[in-house]
Each structure stands twice: as C-alpha cells, then as structure tokens.
C-alpha cells in the first residue's frame, strides 16, 4: 500500500501542509549470512532499508513486521527497538510535506525471498555489510542503530528543528 486510507483522507482536508507522523525503519538482518535487506524505492530510487507509516492504533514492532511483509514479501521476527529520531522534513513530489517521529527495529529475517511486493520498491535484496550501495547519511545512520549491540540511541537536539 503506498499511502495508507487516513493520510490521503487527511491530505483532503490539510492540502500539502506538514505533517507530523509516525513511522519505522526496520533492519533486517540475516543471522546465518550476515546480510542486511534493503529495498530500492520507487519514489525516489534511493536503496533503503524498509520503512513505514504506523497505522492508527497498531504497535511499532508489528507496523515494522508488517511493512517488511509488505514491501519484501520477507517474514521478520522483530527482536529489539535500536533507536528513536526525527527525519528531516521530506517534502514529496506533489508538494505534500512531512516529519516522522522514526522508531528504529533490529529485526531477523526468518523466511521468504525478497523481492518488490507492493510497488513501493523497484528492488529488494540482501547486502553484504561491507557493501551496501550509496545511501544517505541519514538511513547509514538508522543501519548503524539497528547493527549496534546495547541500549537503543536517541537523538537529543538543542531545540524544536524548523519546517
């Protein structure tokens, strides 16, 4: 599903304002090889690893199994929240304008081939840590969370960010 039911239904009404929502990025890792999932999306191309809106009501660790599912066709075990942040603000090629409270997942990859599911990605496949495609610095940094071993990171800034 590209943009979830209550989004477009809030887009109705808002326009392109911001918005501010919530959503995961999930690093999928398998255990055995040591490879990690990654996706190439097909808004803008860039390899990622999966991310997600959370739908109203539904846990974070289900909304980020989910949308592995979703995106991969890959079936994951979610095994510890990694980190919490703030996304830049994204504004999409249609003007809509957005901010993601991310909540970061480590998550194992249990069965399943990946492969593009939903249309949200032209690519999904495994990567071998030591070379992963180019990427932002922004998603290297949600990949480096969701490999760290210890207390999940949270980013702490001097202030509110601007829109």
Same mark, same amino acid.
């Given at each position: 599903?590209?943009?979830?039911?209550?989004? #477009?239904?809030?887009?109705?009404?808002? &326009?392109?304002?911001?918005?501010?929502?919530? =959503?995961?990025?999930?690093?999928?890792?398998?255990?055995?090889?040591?490879?990690?999932?990654?996706?190439?999306?097909?808004?803008?191309?860039?390899?990622?690893?999966?991310?997600?809106?959370?739908?109203?009501?539904?846990?974070?660790?289900?909304?980020?199994?989910?949308?592995?599912?979703?995106?991969?066709?890959?079936?994951?075990?979610?095994?510890?929240?990694? &980190?919490? =942040?703030?996304?830049?603000?994204?504004?999409?090629?249609? =003007?809509?304008?957005?901010?993601?409270?991310?909540?970061?997942?480590?998550?194992?990859?249990?069965?399943?081939?990946?492969?593009?599911?939903?249309?949200?990605?032209?690519?999904?496949?495994?990567?071998? #840590?030591?070379?992963?495609?180019?990427?932002?610095?922004?998603?290297?940094?949600?990949?480096?969370?969701?490999?760290?071993? =210890?207390?999940?990171?949270?980013?702490?800034?001097?202030?509110?960010?601007?829109?």
């Amino acid at each position: 599903m590209a943009t979830p039911e209550f989004i #477009l239904q809030l887009r109705e009404k808002l &326009g392109t304002l911001p918005l501010w929502l919530s =959503g995961v990025t999930a690093v999928v890792l398998d255990a055995e090889s040591r490879n990690i999932l990654l996706i190439r999306r097909s808004d803008t191309g860039e390899w990622t690893p999966v991310t997600g809106i959370i739908d109203p009501g539904e846990q974070p660790a289900v909304a980020a199994a989910r949308e592995v599912l979703e995106e991969a066709d890959v079936v994951v075990t979610v095994e510890r929240l990694a &980190g919490i =942040g703030v996304t830049p603000r994204i504004v999409y090629s249609n =003007g809509d304008q957005a901010r993601y409270l991310d909540i970061i997942f480590t998550c194992r990859w249990v069965s399943g081939e990946p492969r593009p599911a939903d249309g949200e990605a032209l690519e999904a496949r495994w990567f071998p #840590l030591g070379g992963l495609p180019p990427m932002s610095a922004d998603f290297l940094a949600r990949i480096a969370d969701g490999l760290a071993t =210890g207390p999940a990171s949270f980013a702490i800034a001097a202030g509110p960010a601007a829109w």
